[in-house]
């Protein structure tokens, strides 16, 4: 399991148990979270006028890039960033999450490779 640590921008996993058999994850709790791909669908994006809208997709993109730039300054590749691993929250908030594909990269002239 990587180990990233808290950012605001990614739903951190804090710790896992095995209770009577099932598996348990405990993870950042995101008030009334959608996937983004849900709010796509939904178009509840997209809703308001031009300038809402585009204040809304800014700041999805906004925090997406920067939960990546944070995994990528621990060396981490996400290797699965879509819209179904990123969830908004109520306050408009976005955050990445699904780490299960993620790995350790490798630097090369200052830039990770896989």
């Not at 348990?24 to 997209?46: C, I, Q």
């Not at 204040?55 to 920067?66: G, I, K, P, S, T």
């Not at 969830?87 to 090369?108: P, T």
Request: net charge negative.
């Amino acid at each position: 399991m990587l180990l990233l640590g808290a950012h605001p921008t990614i739903v951190s996993c804090n710790y896992c148990v095995v209770s009577e058999g099932e598996f348990l994850m405990f993870l950042t709790m995101v008030d009334h979270a959608v996937s983004l791909d849900e709010a796509v669908v939904s178009r509840h994006l997209y809703a308001g006028d031009v300038n809402a809208a585009r204040r809304r997709v800014e700041r999805v993109l906004f925090d997406v890039a920067a939960a990546l730039a944070f995994c990528h300054a621990q060396g981490v590749l996400h290797q699965d960033v879509k819209q179904d691993n990123v969830l908004l929250g109520a306050d408009g908030s976005a955050k990445l999450m699904d780490f299960g594909l993620a790995s350790l990269g490798e630097g090369v002239d200052g830039a990770l490779r896989a």
